[in-house]
């Protein structure tokens, strides 16, 4: 009966308070029904209602335990059991109230602990204390002879008063010392509950941190890779020779520049208008496209509105631009605008598979490689101005330089003079022209000096001589000045011959009344280039000058040269005597006519 109530309880605090109010309980029981024995006994039944009521609540308290209801049953006894004991003092009262004469004692607890159990604990030994008392008491003052001394009575209710008193204070320091190992064991699990919340917190911001640092440390990498590549894409730029091998090198750089899956290129055309396509492929170098009609639309799109950005969804699904790349399967792309200088030569799109906008550094590096295409493109473009103006220029020395001459001014050349010890000068000349041009139109003057002077220099490229300028209506070259030839009077001798021959041919054509005079001569001379704003080549000496004379004294439609020039030429050539003429500083000097090549046998 004592266990009754305890099988699940696991507390041995709770086993034990449960025990003590059974016994409590069945103490009350036995009590009670030693003084119903003797309400039997005497015949007094005044007491009789309050000992069945008494007995009926202390076996609703066993029964509340056994069916686990602890607070109840022990509330329900301590009230039962005080109204109990009430109703008896009241009713008929203890002889000489010696019980309480230890009241005083039992109010120790409640000033000496200060918790609510342990006042409830003597509460119940203050109940039981009384409750024995009054029932042993009452018999004896109703004259009922039990033969048991009065001292019995009052040492069995002082043991069990002492019993209530130190076993349920006993039992509830037990409780408050375990409610206090609980509730530090609830405060430590708390703690550690709390700790493991903050380990794994802290746990979880270490893991977000490092992830966060390993992601930057990839995106970094990543960009260092890219920076790499575009200082790798600027070196080999810098060694490109034109525009394609701009492209060439960019398709082996370009994905690595920027980290994507395809790079394209779309070049304005020479009409403004249509773009040619290329593709920049890693693999396969440079992939010409033609005219893409969808790269096409995004160039025009780009140009005229700036920096273009495509992400898959719903939205960009149906715009036509982007339309090729959602059919390759690149779901994220931009172009933008490539510049050369403030001019807008085209459009460089780059594309990947990954649904992720090209935004802050990635856009960064789009945007250098693009940059630096630009550059490249816009020096290729500026080499290939230079090259034309050069050409021209080239053009325009030649026309006024010799061809070696024009070459070692453009090498730097300062000053030009030469001394040539063996050389050949011509002059050639159109008799009758003073009066021609003073008839004519000049539409017509200007038309047969120049047919007359390009026949002249045609004929020097074909003998090996060199035109020197013309003086009016005169023609003057010269040969083995800056051209190396084997015997120049023999190329002077071949150029006057021929030069003569295409003059007659010209006259019959024209039916002209015009005809030439040619004259050379073999020597030293000198020559150099003259001038400031405008340079010239020119020849001086003795040379120049008996040329110059032998073709004012020759005679129209006859080649006349020296005598030196006959002497080295009479071995291959055919002469005859023309006579003499007065040269300056020279007096006298023989002149010979050029008939034409020794006929063999």
């Known amino acids: 009966m004592l266990s009754l109530g305890t099988d699940f309880l696991e507390s041995k605090a709770s086993r034990l308070s449960v025990r003590l109010l059974n016994g409590l309980a069945l103490m009350g029981l036995a009590a009670t029904a030693l003084a119903l024995l003797a309400i039997l006994t005497s015949g007094e039944f005044i007491a009789l209602p309050v000992n069945l009521l008494t007995i009926t609540v202390l076996c609703l308290v066993l029964w509340l335990n056994h069916k686990h209801y602890f607070s109840l049953a022990a509330n329900l006894f301590v009230v039962a059991v005080v109204l109990a004991v009430s109703i008896q003092v009241l009713m008929v009262g203890p002889e000489r109230g010696a019980q309480f004469w230890f ?22 030994a203050i109940t039981c204390g009384l409750l024995f008392s009054a029932a042993m008491t009452w018999p004896a003052i109703k004259g009922i002879d039990w033969n048991i001394p009065t001292h019995v009575f009052w040492s069995v209710s002082t043991a069990i008063f002492a019993i209530g008193y130190f076993g349920r204070t006993l039992q509830n320091r037990w409780a408050y010392n375990e409610k206090k190992n609980i509730e530090r064991e609830r405060e430590l699990s708390q703690r550690e509950r709390e700790l493991n919340q903050e380990i794994v917190g802290q746990k979880q911001e270490l893991e977000m941190a490092l992830k966060a640092q390993l992601e930057a440390d ?17 070196e080999a730029l810098s060694k490109a020779n034109n525009e394609l091998e701009v492209l060439e090198i960019a398709a082996r750089h370009a994905a690595r520049c920027c980290g994507v899956d395809q790079v394209e290129v779309a070049l304005l055309g020479s009409n403004g208008i249509n773009y040619e396509c290329f593709l920049l492929d890693t693999e396969r170098g440079l992939v010409r496209q033609g005219q893409r009609e969808g790269f096409q639309l995004l160039a025009s799109r780009v140009v005229s509105e700036g920096t ?34 403030p001019a807008t030569i085209g459009v460089l799109s780059a594309a990947r598979k990954e649904i992720q906008p090209f935004e802050g550094a990635e856009l960064g590096s789009v945007k250098q490689l693009t940059g630096l295409l630009g550059d490249a493109f816009g020096i290729q473009r500026f080499i290939a101005q230079l090259h034309g ?20 001014m453009k ?10 010890d063996d050389a050949a000068v011509l002059f050639c000349d159109l008799a009758g022209f003073t009066s021609y041009s003073s008839k004519a139109e000049p539409e017509q003057v200007v038309a047969m000096l120049d047919e007359f002077f390009q026949i002249l220099e045609k004929e020097c490229h074909k003998h090996g001589v060199e035109k020197i300028k013309t003086i009016g209506d005169c023609f003057m070259a010269a040969s083995g000045v800056t051209m190396e030839v084997d015997d120049p009077a023999n190329a002077m001798a071949s150029y006057a011959v021929g030069a003569l ?7 019959q054509e024209r039916d002209a009344a015009l005809n030439v005079r040619i004259g050379f001569a073999v020597g030293p001379l000198v020559g150099g280039v003259i001038g400031g704003e405008r340079l010239f080549f020119d020849i001086w000496g003795d040379t120049v000058n008996t040329a110059s004379r032998m073709e004012s004294n020759g005679q129209e439609g006859a080649i006349a040269c020296t005598a030196a020039a006959y002497e080295r030429l009479k071995d291959r050539w055919q002469f005859e005597a023309m006579g003499k003429a007065s040269v300056k500083g020279k007096g006298e000097v023989e002149m010979w006519r050029l008939l034409g090549p020794l006929k063999t046998a």
């Open 411 to 420: 090498e730097g050349e300062k000053l030009i003079a030469d001394r040539v």
């Open 308 to 341: 273009g950005k495509f992400k898959k969804d719903e939205e960009s699904s149906g715009e036509v631009e982007w339309q090729e790349h959602i059919e390759q399967g690149l779901n994220s792309a931009v172009a933008v605008p490539l510049k050369a200088g």
């Open 501 to 507: 021959a295409k003059m007659k041919e010209l006259q």
């Open 218 to 234: 990839q995106r970094l990498r990543d960009q260092l890779f890219k920076v790499e590549g575009l200082n790798a894409l600027s």
């Open 103 to 124: 009241l005083p004692i039992l109010l120790i607890p409640f000033f000496v602990f200060n918790q609510k159990q342990t006042r409830l604990a003597a509460g119940h």
């Open 389 to 408: 103006e050069l050409e021209v220029t080239d053009a325009l020395l030649l026309d006024i330089l010799p061809p070696s001459v024009a070459k070692r």
